[in-house]
T-cell receptor, first 110, second 113 residues
Framework: GQSLEQPSEVTAVEGAIVQINCTYQ??????LSWYQQHDGGAPTFLSY????GLEETGRFSSFLSRSDSYGYLLLQELQMKDSASYFC???????????FGTGTQLKVEL | DTEVTQTPKHLVMGMTNKKSLKCEQH?????MYWYKQKAKKPPELMFV???????INESVPSRFSPECPNSSLLNLHLHALQPEDSALYLC????????????FGPGTRLLVL
């Protein structure tokens, strides 16, 4: 089976930097994805790491360490609109299905 | 066009009703998914269609019946549901494999009375 653990809630102030961690246990590994979901909205893709290291996309960066079964999402210059739930996810089933982590609710305050 | 559409947006049904959820994408994606999401929880995979064939059924009760009429459409037929089936039902698609970017529809919020 697969399991992915994330902190349930993180609070930060506008303009700050926040890191959302994800530790995983999987049988077979195809990469780590991150999705953002606003309340009442659909999940939207943020990033995907297949190899170790940092991937940067604008204010968002994602890091993966396969040897530690660990990754994180880094959000810089936080804005109020970044308040949302963030999920890490790993493919499984031969790459044909996605299992989501427990999710982290990020609250950005003034 | 990177949009996945779902209808209806909201659905209220009794336990004896039969209803269907619909999902459509025109991105040429060959993998389509149904997820169930409860409040404050992650999406849970229900079904995967790959090249219009059912490839994964995550032990979903038979009161949920998926259908893929063609490469752009995905349906979820509902019959004799239970109140605990009330949730947000999300459809998603990807080019081919699950590790590729999945595009989600806005979901159908289902309430079973």
């Amino acid at each position: 089976g697969q399991s992915l653990e994330q902190p349930s809630e993180v609070t930060a102030v506008e303009g700050a930097i926040v890191q959302i961690n994800c530790t995983y246990q999987t049988s077979g590994f195809y990469g780590l994805s991150w999705y953002q979901q606003h309340d009442g909205g659909a999940p939207t893709f943020l990033s995907y790491n297949a190899l170790d290291g940092l991937e940067e996309t604008g204010r968002f960066s994602s890091f993966l360490s396969r040897s530690d079964s660990y990754g994180y999402l880094l959000l810089q210059e936080l804005q109020m609109k970044d308040s949302a739930s963030y999920f890490c996810a790993v493919p499984g089933g031969g790459g044909n299905k996605l299992t989501f982590g427990t999710g982290t609710q990020l609250k950005v305050e003034l | 066009d990177t949009e996945v559409t779902q209808t209806p947006k909201h659905l209220v049904m009794g336990m004896t009703n039969k209803k269907s959820l619909k999902c459509e994408q025109h991105m040429g994606h060959r993998a389509m998914y149904w997820y169930k999401q409860k409040a404050k929880k992650p999406p849970e995979l229900m079904f995967v269609y790959s090249y219009e064939k059912l490839s994964i059924n995550e032990s979903v009760p038979s009161r949920f019946s998926p259908e893929c009429p063609n490469s752009s459409l995905l349906n979820l037929h509902l019959h004799a549901l239970q109140p605990e089936d009330s949730a947000l039902y999300l459809c998603a698609s990807s080019q081919d494999k699950a590790q590729e970017t999945q595009y989600f529809g806005p979901g159908t919020r289902l309430l079973v009375l």
